[in-house]
């Protein structure tokens, strides 16, 4: 078993940044890598981005490329996400995740934090 914890979430204003931390605790071993979800009020869950945990490569869906740098610590079990030039439209609850297996495919993931509000303010 694996608990992920978010934090870093708040309130800030469009076109600033923000920084969330994801850590890992528990059977952490078997893990390949941690992924980035968003869910905005009336919408369904969207991909981020995500991070190998050996090699640290990352994968960001498109709309955040440029914008957001997903990172980890190996020895803190810890994934962040830096995001630049925020958008109002990315106001959402903030979810990572872990994977035994590969990044792309969401059902996949197989634990899950309990999320982090992010508000961005036009």
């Known amino acids: 078993q694996v608990q992920l914890v978010e934090s870093g979430g708040g309130l800030v204003q469009a076109g600033g940044s923000l920084r969330l931390s994801c850590a890992a605790s528990?059977?952490?071993?078997?893990?390949?890598?941690m992924g980035w979800f968003r869910q905005a009020p009336g919408k369904e869950r969207e991909f981020v981005g995500a991070?190998?945990?050996?090699?640290?490569?990352?994968y960001y869906a498109d709309s955040v490329k440029g914008r957001f740098t997903i990172s980890r610590d190996k020895s803190k079990n810890t994934m962040y996400l830096q995001m630049n030039s925020l958008k109002p439209e990315e106001t959402a609850v903030y979810y990572c995740?872990?994977?035994?297996?590969?990044?792309?495919?969401?059902?996949?993931?197989?634990?899950w934090g309990q999320g982090t509000q992010v508000t961005v303010s036009s």
């Open positions: 995740a872990a994977t035994e297996y590969e990044l792309s495919v969401t059902k996949l993931y197989n634990y």
């Open positions: 528990g059977r952490t071993f078997s893990t390949y890598g």
């Open positions: 991070i190998t945990w050996s090699a640290g490569n990352t």
